[in-house]
């Protein structure tokens, strides 16, 4: 049985395409590297600060701790925390409705939502669609951050009116 002229010209060009495409993409534009994401991280809370009548940024509630995550998947976490909330002896167990109420205050002085990020370079706008909150009036609540980077700092300020008077700047720790 013999093979067509046709088949083994086509085998031919197969084989020419498998070893030259690699080569070709390799010299087009495709090894650039993607666009770096600034926000992309691990952010420890360098200071939090509320805006008084004057114009003045004072810190808030005599400090506030706490972390701000983005990954290269567009997913973001917050947790803050008062001033010494984990220097506590209060001991009390998780997911049990019989804790004291001076334990419930306390765990007042905890804020995390989780999220996904979008940003828009062109506004210096961050947003969180949140997907939980420790809050639950909050879950599912879009919130927009105006953003700034300053070398390892980054500052972000509410744009929601209720909170627009806040600005937290924050030190990145980990890429």
């Known amino acids: 049985m013999s093979i067509k002229p046709y088949y083994k010209r086509g085998a031919l060009v197969r084989v020419i395409s498998c070893l030259l495409m690699p080569l070709l993409f390799a010299c087009s534009g495709g090894s650039e590297d993607p666009e ?3 926000f992309e991280g691990l952010w420890s809370l360098h200071i939090m600060e509320q805006k008084d009548s004057l114009g003045n940024w004072q810190e808030w509630r005599e400090g506030m701790n706490g972390y701000i995550l983005y990954d290269a998947s567009d997913n973001m976490s917050v947790h803050l925390t008062v001033e010494g909330y984990e220097e506590t ?9 019989d804790i004291p109420m001076e334990a419930l205050q306390h ?4 804020y995390v939502y989780f999220a996904k990020y979008s940003i828009d ?6 947003q969180h669609a949140r997907f939980s909150h420790s809050n639950p009036r909050d879950w599912d609540v879009v919130v927009q951050r105006r953003y700034t980077f ?4 980054l500052i972000l300020q509410p744009v929601e009116d209720q909170n627009a008077n806040l600005r937290l700047k924050w030190v990145k720790v980990l890429e």
Request: proline share 8%.
């Open 150 to 153: 300053s070398g390892d700092t």
């Open 121 to 126: 370079t062109d506004k210096s706008i961050v």
């Open 89 to 97: 002896d209060m001991e009390f167990p998780n997911f049990n409705k």
């Open 107 to 110: 765990l007042t002085g905890s």
């Open 36 to 38: 770096e994401n600034p």
